[in-house]
């Protein structure tokens, strides 16, 4: 008897047409059944946003041929609760996979990230996930190195599963050669520094253009941002859990009965 194949869900932040999402469907295909659900526009920095107060909508396309595909009005969480819920109808899909994007999802990124968001719902909804990234903003990104590192990934998190409430944030760097291998890494600690350039509309209004820097603080070779600037795939295991329970002795400590 034939073994059945995983079904995978896949979603992505950069829109249902970005060439990311293209490579990422094709690899999944080579594993399981594909179904990809993704927003019908660029939803990039979104994070975790979800649509209240106005109709989500989620239509069927035929952009690829032998693919089932659903093109969303809304955020990519959006995109995974309405798989869950419309699509898989509460029988959830074996992985989702999210990407891959372009542009790096490393370090402090990882809060803004509509690409991780949608793999962190899938993580909520006890659906193992890995989100996917590579280290080039360009529409034409060139993803080929990516091809056998995302299959390779997949499978093992099929094979092997992940812990409760965890997901892997991958990121690629942007070689498309010589990747020394994969490094399971940390989050490295770094925080963007941001300006806002005050600019004029035709009309004399003033609004503003989000600009600023990058700053890595963190020098630890164990960090995902020192396995990209060498060459390696990082994988950063990445919970949902933000409680900080090493605080939590010293809270203790603390007097709140005091008058």
Not at 63 to 81: A, H, I, Q, W
Not at 181 to 192: D, E, S, T
């Given at each position: 008897m034939a073994k059945k194949k995983p079904t995978i869900l896949v979603v992505n932040d950069d829109g249902i047409t970005a060439p990311g999402i293209k490579v990422l469907l094709e690899v999944m295909q080579e594993i399981g059944d594909v179904v990809v659900v993704a927003p019908d526009s660029p939803q990039s920095g979104m994070g975790h946003a979800i649509t209240i107060g106005k109709p989500l909508r989620l239509?069927?396309?035929?952009?690829?041929?032998?693919?089932?595909?659903?093109?969303?009005?809304?955020?990519?969480?959006?995109?995974?609760?309405?798989?869950?819920?419309?699509?898989?109808?509460?029988?959830?899909?074996?992985?989702?996979?999210?990407?891959?994007n372009h542009g790096l999802n490393y370090s402090i990124n990882v809060l803004y990230s509509g690409t991780m968001s949608a793999a962190v719902e899938g993580a909520i909804e006890d659906?193992?996930?890995?989100?996917?990234?590579?280290?080039?903003?360009?529409?034409?990104?060139?993803?080929?190195?990516?091809?056998?590192y995302v299959k390779t990934i997949a499978e093992q998190v099929l094979?092997?599963?992940?812990?409760?409430?965890?997901?892997?944030?991958?990121?690629?760097p942007n070689i498309?050669?010589?990747?020394?291998?994969?490094?399971?890494?940390?989050?490295?600690?770094?925080?963007?520094?941001?300006?806002?350039?005050?600019?004029?509309?035709?009309?004399?209004?003033?609004?503003?253009?989000?600009?600023?820097?990058?700053?890595?603080?963190?020098r630890g070779e164990d960090t995902d941002a020192f396995a990209l600037a060498n060459g390696f795939v990082s994988i950063v295991p990445t919970q949902f859990d933000m409680t900080a329970h090493h605080a939590i002795p010293e809270l203790n400590s603390w007097s709140f009965d005091d008058k």
């Open positions: 239509d069927k396309i035929d952009l690829y041929e032998g693919v089932e595909m659903y093109k969303c009005s809304g955020t990519p969480v959006d995109c995974v609760k309405l798989s869950v819920n419309k699509i898989f109808k509460g029988k959830k899909p074996d992985l989702c996979v999210s990407g891959i659906i193992p996930s890995i989100g996917y990234s590579l280290d080039d903003f360009a529409h034409h990104a060139d993803f080929s190195h990516t091809r056998s094979l092997n599963g992940l812990p409760k409430n965890t997901l892997l944030n991958v990121n690629f498309n050669k010589d990747i020394k291998g994969i490094k399971i890494c940390r989050q490295a600690n770094a925080k963007w520094f941001e300006e806002f350039d005050e600019r004029l509309d035709p009309y004399e209004r003033e609004y503003f253009w989000m600009t600023g820097k990058f700053q890595l603080n963190d």
